[in-house]
């Protein structure tokens, strides 16, 4: 089939990879470069460089305006894929073309801008990948396909969304095979719908009178980026939690102590156990490690 893609981030690269393998990709849009780094160099977005790569025309408009779109639509595509994209699709385009999108939940749990996050903080048990056909509504367009899985204990953002993009790739590939032989049917979404809100700074602060169990969640959640951050009154310093679990110990919410696996802090009920940590401007370590260095962690306070 003859499409078009449209996705921004590295979660979008096994897509584009499955859909380029089997299809007539005609063009790739995604987010204009953005400046990184000390010298605010510009840099493609990952969607950008791969395409690039395979040789694939890249446009990186702004917005999708008319003219933009109008140039889409004049390649005469079957259809569009969408991964995260990150801009909002104009009816222009979806009302002209079959708008296929992979998202990372099982909808309509979890709409919205970080659905991989919530997924996790929110303690489900199961995670998920669906395709579904864009619509003016934020992520409530009848699904496609959709494949649940289970989650293991102590998984990750960071982990869930390598899982969510290898297994998104293959069911939009199984899609687009049922699409191009004229079998893909389509269902509403059923059940109570959940968002998935954009993370705010104010999420990357733990609230120490809250339990291990909702605590060790919200750290895995944000795992690798933005991270968690816990201050060390004594030393200043300030740590990035990466990977914690929940351990049934009583200790007053943010002492610091000891643990033969890593860093324990008190919460409001039991005790939270760090295992991977990073101080700031450090490279991620073991949180074991990272006791060798600093022993006066060892019994001091944190907020």
Known sequence: M?????????????????????HDVLRVVTAPPRP???????????????????????????????????????????AAVVVAYGRMLPPALFDAVPCLNVHPSLLPRHRGAAPIPWTIWSG??????????????LDAGPIYLQEPFALPDGITAGELEAVAAG?????????????????????????EATYARRLEPQDETLDLRLGAEQ??????????RPGVHLAVQERGLVLRLLRARAVPLDMAPG??????QGLLLGCGEGALLITSIQPAGGREA??????????????AVAR
């Open 255 to 260: 002492t610091l102590a000891r643990h033969e």
């Open 124 to 137: 489900d048990k199961e995670g998920g990948v669906t395709i579904m056909r864009i619509v003016q509504e």
């Open 286 to 299: 073991k949180a074991t490690d990272l006791l060798r260095g600093r022993p006066y962690l060892d019994g």
């Open 36 to 78: 990184r780094g000390r010298g605010q160099r510009l840099v493609p977005t990952p969607v950008a460089a791969a395409a690039a790569a395979m040789g694939l025309d890249v446009v990186t408009p702004a917005r999708l305006d008319a003219q933009t779109v109008g140039e889409l639509l004049e390649l005469r595509p079957d």
């Open 2 to 22: 003859r499409l078009v893609f449209l996705g921004t981030p590295e979660f979008a690269l096994p897509s584009l990879t499955a859909v380029r393998a089997e």
């Open 167 to 191: 297994r998104g790739a293959a069911l939009l590939r199984q899609a687009l095979r049922l699409l191009a032989a004229g079998r893909l049917s389509e269902t509403p979404q059923r059940g």
């Open 215 to 224: 605590l060790a969640r919200q750290v895995n959640a944000l795992s690798p």
